[in-house]
T-cell receptor
Framework: DTGVSQNPRHKITKRGQNVTFRCDPISEHNRLYWYRQTLGQGPEFLTYFQNEAQLEKSRLLSDRFSAERPKGSFSTLEIQRTEQGDSAMYLC???????????FGNGTRLTVT | QKEVEQDPGPLSVPEGAIVSLNCTYSNSAFQYFMWYRQYSRKGPELLMYTYSSGNKEDGRFTAQVDKSSKYISLFIRDSQPSDSATYLCAMSKAAGNKLTFGGGTRVLVKP
């Protein structure tokens, strides 16, 4: 399967702990996006990269959140000092840019206890 | 008020019926319109992708965009139980730009 891959699929952590998620985009997709989705809601934009450059960040991305894409391939999203309100599905998507649509992975479900 | 509004449902239809879904939006800058299908505990899967106003058909799916009314629709013909999912509309201001999603409509197709 050459789709967008996200790991882990599910992460349970205690409040105050740090967590890191990984996204491997479709090969040769130079744009990579992170979204967050809570139960019963549509995905909300967090940030996106063009190659290794982080071009836009939502105000939803507090200073406890950081995303990187060091070599323009895979990306990581880290949440420091997790809070219960961080419990959500974190989705990654990639595209080739231009008119091409976004293709999503199956997400990482975070539960903060 | 959200930029993109979508009735959450659930919308329940018998197998073989036409499913009609819609979204309204407030920002006239949106130019690209998409419909995604999302099964439980899975990521969104792209169904339809259209630019500006007009209709687009792909198999059992038809997407319509009416920019003057800020209203988009998705029709699913000959619905099947496997079409039971949440359908998300999404839109962007420019090609390849970030997407703004509706909240999703849950659809149940009963055999």
């Amino acid at each position: 399967d050459t789709g967008v891959s996200q790991n882990p699929r599910h992460k349970i952590t205690k409040r105050g702990q740090n967590v890191t998620f990984r996204c491997d985009p479709i090969s040769e997709h130079n744009r990579l996006y992170w979204y967050r989705q809570t139960l019963g809601q549509g995905p909300e934009f967090l940030t996106y990269f063009q190659n290794e450059a982080q071009l836009e960040k939502s105000r939803l991305l507090s200073d406890r959140f950081s995303a990187e894409r060091p070599k323009g391939s895979f990306s990581t999203l880290e949440i420091q000092r997790t809070e219960q309100g961080d419990s959500a599905m974190y989705l990654c998507a990639s595209s080739t840019g231009g008119n091409s649509p976004l293709h999503f992975g199956n997400g990482t479900r975070l539960t903060v206890t | 008020q959200k930029e993109v509004e979508q009735d959450p449902g659930p919308l329940s239809v018998p197998e073989g019926a036409i499913v009609s879904l819609n979204c309204t939006y407030s920002n006239s800058a949106f130019q690209y319109f998409m419909w995604y299908r999302q099964y439980s505990r899975k990521g969104p899967e792209l169904l339809m992708y259209t630019y500006s106003s007009g209709n687009k058909e792909d198999g059992r799916f038809t997407a319509q965009v009416d920019k003057s009314s800020k209203y988009i629709s998705l029709f699913i013909r000959d619905s099947q139980p496997s079409d039971s999912a949440t359908y998300l509309c999404a839109m962007s201001k420019a090609a390849g730009n970030k997407l703004t999603f509706g909240g999703g409509t849950r659809v149940l197709v009963k055999p």
